[in-house]
């Protein structure tokens, strides 16, 4: 049987291992010139860029795609520990070292507010609860039928998801700056700390339970490590090839067109590209009566990212792999973003560096570096195009001041990427981030839905599925589609001589 997957993004390529390893016929299409989707690598003058994620939280989901195939993931990528997790840094010049070791991590809260330390232990017993349940029990589970969202409230009422992460946060700790520290994980995945579930407090015992890693050479090379995997499962990856429209005949999918006109047919096709942009310009809205554009528009989405991608010819070691770097305002900053959808004058921020963990990303004695500011989603109107600069120079302003002095002496190359790139590079609705915001309700049974309920054969992965997104999340969404899928045989990656043999 014949499987298309529309997207090589984290979520594409592992539904399209899975479907290889149950036996079908899989062809991956891309719209851009190399696979990654928001993985997507660039180089410039030098410089190796990882133009989207940058944490890996769960790497298990990674290594269990390889194990399926009958490999192991350590032949394809290496992924290492990062440690701290991230360095945190106040706008009054504080720091705070985040970690995985209970110890370091009660001797910091300590350090910062001594009378928060049982608090904050409350706290993690909590996240670690939660985590229990709405990550190993129900991260892997389909909610595309209202029973089982059901079947959850009572445990989700146990566990307080009725509240917001920062207001979970809040009932145990009283500093102001450690709320920030322990709140801040819904922004990774699109959420406003505010009025994300609390289910979301499950990250901060996640990184606890398995680390924060990065990958040698960078993401692109698990992203690539996948695609080799894939040929390994003589799955084809087609690069520069856009999907324009699914195909629906009697309320099955029977293919899709992409640019140019070329018809490809398909027994099922699954969709890894922004699941609101798929269903509001690639189906038609006779076929798809669930998800109309009126339903979808009236969606909450997350908020946009501003990107700066640069190197410097020189290095900064006082730097951490990951640094957030908290602006003087939280909860009104977070307003501006979500709410008011207005440009602030005030930023927080998160640089990542990974020549501090791998310096072959950058030429020697060079840094690579890309920060990445949030802001609101093209439903604000901020015309990008006139700002950009002025935007970005402001962020150069509060990276010097805070930590990466002589910063405008020593740059050499720089690239911008803008919510309004997003849409237009990405297809991504109103630019957003990552797709819906998580708000709860809009997650589990009331997120996007893993298999179409209107289209036979239909399914989707991603980020705006459930469970949401993320690196795990948008993983566990691939799990979540798979055991909607039946299998119709058990294919076995070639070895590596084999397939090199082939090519050569």
């Known amino acids: 049987m014949k499987a298309i997957v529309v997207g090589s993004g984290f979520g594409g390529l592992a539904s399209a291992i899975r479907l290889a390893v149950k036996g079908y016929d899989v062809t991956v299409l891309e719209k851009r010139d190399k696979p990654g989707g928001r993985a997507y690598v660039f180089e410039q003058d030098g410089f190796t860029f990882d133009a989207g994620p940058t944490i890996i939280t769960a790497p298990f989901l990674f290594e269990e795609l390889f194990t399926l195939a009958g ?267 979500f709410k008011h959808k207005r440009l602030a004058t005030d930023m927080s921020l998160y640089l990542h560096t990974p020549t501090r963990s791998d310096g072959s990303l950058a030429p020697p004695g060079h840094e690579c570096f890309y920060v990445l500011a949030p802001v609101p989603n093209l439903a604000g109107g901020i015309d990008w195009a006139s700002v950009k600069e002025r935007y970005r120079d402001a962020i150069y302003d509060v990276l010097e001041r805070d930590c990466v002095p002589g910063l405008r002496d020593a740059l050499v190359t720089e690239r911008l990427f803008t919510p309004a790139d997003f849409e237009t590079e990405l297809r991504s609705w109103l630019g957003a981030g990552f797709s819906f915001e998580p708000v709860l309700t809009q997650s589990a049974y009331f997120r996007g839905h893993n298999v179409c309920p209107d289209i036979a054969n239909l399914y989707f992965v991603g980020a705006g599925t459930h469970p949401g997104a993320g690196l795990p999340g948008v993983l566990s969404s691939a799990k979540v589609t798979d055991s909607l899928i039946p299998a119709i045989g058990r294919r076995v990656a070639r070895p590596p001589e084999v397939v090199r043999s082939a090519v050569a």
């Open 71 to 337: 490999r192991r993931i350590d032949e394809y990528a290496r992924l290492f520990p990062i440690d701290p997790f991230y360095e945190i840094r106040f706008h009054d010049g504080e720091r705070f070292r985040y970690t995985g070791d209970p110890e370091r991590m009660r001797a910091e809260v300590q350090r910062l507010s001594p009378r928060d330390v049982a608090g904050f232990e409350t706290f993690m017993r909590k996240s670690r609860a939660i985590f229990e349940k709405g990550f190993l029990e129900l991260g892997h589970v389909p909610f595309h039928d209202p029973w089982a969202m059901v079947k959850t409230i009572p445990s989700l009422v146990r566990l307080e998801s009725y509240r917001s992460v920062l207001g979970l946060v809040s009932r145990h700790i009283r500093s102001e700056k450690l709320r920030q520290v322990f709140s801040f994980h819904p922004l990774l995945v699109g959420g406003d700390p505010q009025h994300a579930p609390a289910i979301y407090a499950l990250i901060c015992f996640l990184e606890r339970q398995w680390g924060v890693h990065f990958a040698e050479g960078g993401m692109g090379a698990v992203v690539r490590g996948m695609v080799r995997l894939l040929q390994d499962l003589d799955v084809d990856v087609r690069l520069s090839c856009p999907v324009e429209q699914i195909l629906v005949e009697g309320q099955r999918v029977r293919g899709v067109r992409v640019a140019g006109g070329e018809e490809i047919a398909a027994d099922l096709v699954v969709c890894n590209s922004d699941l609101s942009w798929t269903y509001q310009k690639l189906i038609g809205p006779e076929h798809r009566p669930h998800n109309s554009d009126r339903k979808l528009q009236r969606m909450r989405y997350s908020m946009g990212l501003f990107l700066i991608y640069f190197g410097t010819r020189r290095t900064y070691p006082d730097l951490a792999h990951h640094t957030i770097i908290l602006g003087p305002r939280y909860e009104g900053l977070l307003d501006d973003i």
